[in-house]
């Protein structure tokens, strides 16, 4: 059985860093692309980032570009969010994902498991 668990979140003042982690468990870890998804209150959730199997090519939505990096030890089994700049509009529950994919009509998606979330919130 796949789990994947998030750390790292909590309160933070806007312009401030917060790293979140997220260990897997019961799968073949580096055969799988790793993303983190976000869901802000009364919204739908969207994609954050991705990062391949290796952890050579990472891809970020337009919101979080230049501020946020994912990456990835497959040694250890974790992939990490490092979030920085932080904005109220990052506000959110973030997840981690496995098995996430590109589509040719949108953002990654997964296709794997999820993880319980954690939750970020960024005050003004």
């Known amino acids: 059985q796949v789990h994947l668990v998030e750390s790292g979140g909590g309160l933070v003042q806007a312009g401030g860093s917060l790293r979140l982690s997220c260990a897997a468990s019961?799968?073949?870890?580096?055969?799988?692309?790793m993303g983190w998804f976000r869901q802000a209150p009364g919204k739908e959730r969207e994609f954050v980032a991705r990062?391949?199997?290796?952890?050579?090519?990472?891809d970020y939505a337009d919101s979080v570009k230049g501020r946020f990096t994912i990456s990835r030890d497959n040694a250890k089994n974790t992939v990490t969010l490092q979030m920085n700049s932080l904005k109220p509009e990052d506000t959110g529950v973030y997840y981690c994902?496995?098995?996430?994919?590109?589509?040719?009509?949108?953002?990654?998606?997964?296709?794997?498991?999820w993880g319980q979330g954690t939750q970020v919130t960024v005050s003004s």
């Open positions: 994902a496995s098995d996430v994919l590109y589509m040719s009509n949108g953002p990654p998606k997964a296709f794997g498991s």
């Open positions: 019961g799968l073949t870890f580096s055969n799988y692309a």
């Open positions: 990062i391949n199997w290796s952890g050579g090519i990472a």
